[in-house]
């Protein structure tokens, strides 16, 4: 099995445009969020387990399910948020190891694994090494405006309810500094990809 590294990062640092970079030097990125949604497809069991929970309430009017409304239920509330994740947890885990046993073939020799919460997990760990996209966090703050549509104090309690940016970086093995000027992001993970690479096919790995 090819090694997998994780991807994480502070709310609103680009995790996605990252890994959108690495995607661009033939690396397969698994990304936990698409994984998300596909658990909780209309007639999925992951989807009547969260009716079950919370109620009819949380579907669009197509019967799918209304992500933002989940949010609001579980934001705030460290007991909704539990039950949510002890639902979801165990769903997304077992569909990320049916793509990453479906991309055995991908071109470079790892994979990569998008997440919001590997470090809050302690899902890192699991990884052979850790990625982590940081940001100042007056970029964030504007960043959440421009793409969400929050309040500057909106913005800031979802910052505020993450774990600090600086606890996630103290474990990385590497760290992407996306600051918005994309072309020093994109020599960052050229960077990180070749020292990759390198890992990954030296006889101390094989």
Known sequence: MKPV????GGIAC???????MFAD???SVIDADDLAREVVEPGTPGLQMIVDEFGKGVLDEAGGLD???????????EEARETLNAIMHPLIG????EHIKAQQDSAAPYLLYEAALLVETRAYEAFS???????EESLQRLRLIARDG???A????RIDSQLPLERKVAVADYVVTNNGDLKSTRAQVAAIHEKLVARFTSKEWA
Request: glycine share 12%; no cysteine; hydrophobic share 55%.
């Open 150 to 152: 929050y309040t500057a």
């Open 129 to 135: 090494a850790l990625i982590v996209v940081s940001a």
């Open 154 to 157: 909106e913005a800031n309690a």
């Open 5 to 8: 590294v994780g991807l994480t």
């Open 67 to 77: 992500r933002k409304k989940v949010a609001e239920i579980v934001f705030g509330d």
């Open 25 to 27: 030097l033939g690396v």
């Open 14 to 20: 680009g995790k996605s445009t990252v890994a959108s």
């Open 94 to 97: 077992a569909a990320g190891a």
